[in-house]
């Protein structure tokens, strides 16, 4: 009679089999383990000497043959942390990645901690960065946009779970949904990998239209840094997150679009990761 594994042998094991598909093989294991024990991580080291009973142990084997198959934790688990808020998330949104917190981060940085504000996100997917600067921020007016209504609906259940409900969910692409309005701030995360770039391949599993907008990867970011000035109020700012090599691409855009006092921050990595402009004056 073969002896039912530990907790500890089955996560030894779990991060063997996704060390070739995964850069954080042993956490993707624990993270999905809790998942499907309910437990803590905390937990799983108190526990580490416990067997670990068969429907628990099927149903971990099942998720990380998944996971091994290219599928993000965060859709196997349900769930994604992001600014430290738990945010749900479905494969009708893309990931939350952790750099995309810089941008959160910058457009905090100017906009005013007591007193109202208005901003824009656009792209918002699992309402994400809209979630978090309207926690960060109470007095701002937040409205979020997004194509799909999929999108919308995980983001407006993760405000709802997170009461932050005073957030105006918008359906449209880009600007259409905000016609004749201007914000003092407007942010986007928008879709930026080439439609050949290999990494693509890499994540099959999450929404393709989040990740790329066609051939150069420059499509989504031109279109936001050509409208923006003009949902702008005056001396509002523009914020985009976009590829580590496309820097100075968006920068040339933001440009052209009517902005000034541009500048480029690099993410965890050192790498460029998001751009900022100040609308021009003159464009009002």
């Not at 890499?202 to 499509?219: I, Q, S």
Request: proline residues 7%; hydrophobic residues 45%.
């Amino acid at each position: 009679m073969t002896t039912t594994p530990t907790v500890a042998e089955s996560l030894l094991s779990a991060a063997r089999t996704l060390a070739k598909h995964s850069d954080s093989p042993r956490l993707d294991a624990e993270l999905l383990l809790c998942g499907v024990t309910g437990w803590s991580r905390a937990a799983l080291i108190v526990n580490r000497a416990e067997p670990l009973a068969l429907a628990p142990r099927t149903a971990f084997e099942q998720l990380i043959a998944r996971r091994a198959g290219g599928v993000p934790v965060a859709y196997l688990t349900g769930r994604r942390e992001f600014w430290s808020l738990p945010l749900c998330v479905t494969p009708d949104v893309l990931v939350p990645r952790p750099e995309t917190e810089l941008l959160v981060d910058e457009a905090l940085a100017l906009m005013p901690r007591d007193a109202p504000c208005s901003v824009l996100d656009l792209g918002t997917g699992s309402g994400a960065i809209a979630l978090a600067i309207a926690g960060e921020r109470p007095q701002a007016k937040v409205t979020a946009v997004d194509i799909s209504p999929a999108a919308l609906a995980v983001a407006a259940h993760n405000a709802g779970a997170l009461g932050l409900t005073r957030i105006d969910w918008r359906t449209g692409s880009w600007f259409d949904a905000v016609a004749g309005e201007r914000f003092d701030v407007i942010v986007a995360n928008p879709p930026y990998v080439a439609a050949a770039d290999p990494a693509l391949a890499r994540l099959a599993a999450e929404p393709t239209l989040a990740l790329t907008p066609g051939p150069t990867g420059l499509e989504a970011l031109g279109a936001i840094a050509r409208g923006a000035a003009q949902h702008l109020n005056p001396d509002g700012w523009l914020l985009l997150e976009h590829g580590s090599d496309q820097g100075e691409a968006v920068t040339r855009l933001l440009a052209a679009g009517g902005f000034a006092r541009i500048r480029t921050f690099v993410d965890f990595s050192d790498r460029p990761r998001v751009t900022s402009g100040r609308v021009h004056s003159s464009h009002h």
